[in-house]
């Protein structure tokens, strides 16, 4: 299994560690694959589009030339996960700042984001989340997280904190608003890992 990790900018080898972890204990035969290249995105198995800012993601996404393999490949079924900048850019539609700074969003999961949704002041905190389809409670990390506000058709709600949605999945396609990488529980990865 080739388990890829966008790797423009942002949060890369957290994740490379968490797909190690994740890897290990299912006991899959697998490795991270750093992408950065089409041909990159063109072979992994899962993709993961990492926290960072979403804003230059999205600009690097089209620098690096691989917005639209990325794009074809999750409409093709393939898993993929975004997390903090990662699940703003999977979303169909953003909020107002969205749209003021421009940010081309890759438009694959029916959902709506707010970008700075736990205010600026509460730059980043943890909470114990209940998450669908987990016995025990997730451990997550938010940093100038966004919220998912609306989801519809196929996309649906996996975990809510403070009234607000957190994580939601669509068929393949897996959206966290915190940080599943940075707390060595290994579980949002194993369920991406999970689906190929
Ligand atoms: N608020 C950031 C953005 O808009 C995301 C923060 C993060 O990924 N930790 O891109």
Do not use: Y
Request: proline letters at 4%; glycine letters at 8%.
């Amino acid at each position: 299994l080739k388990i890829g990790i966008v790797a423009v900018q942002g949060a890369v080898s957290e994740h490379t560690d968490a797909v190690d972890g994740a890897l290990k204990n299912l006991g899959a035969r697998g490795e991270h694959v750093i992408v950065r290249r089409p041909e990159q995105a063109r072979e992994v198995d899962a993709l993961i589009i990492p926290g960072g800012e979403s804003t230059t993601i999205a600009k690097l996404l089209d620098k690096f030339e691989i917005r639209n393999t990325v794009i074809t490949r999750a409409r093709e079924g393939m898993p993929a996960l975004g997390t903090c900048a990662g699940c703003i850019l999977l979303a169909e539609e953003g909020d107002l700042e969205v749209d003021k700074t421009g940010t081309k969003l890759l438009g694959l999961m029916h959902m709506a984001v707010d970008r700075n949704a736990f205010g600026r002041q509460r730059e980043s905190f943890e909470a114990m989340l209940r998450v669908e389809g987990f016995e025990d409670p997730f451990e997550a990390v938010f940093i100038r997280a966004p919220a998912i506000t609306r989801t519809w058709n196929d996309c649906k709600p996996l975990s809510s904190f403070q009234g607000k949605i957190v994580m939601a999945r669509q068929e393949n396609l897996i959206a966290t608003a915190f940080h599943p990488e940075l707390t060595g529980d290994t579980r949002v990865h194993e369920t991406l890992i999970n689906m190929v």
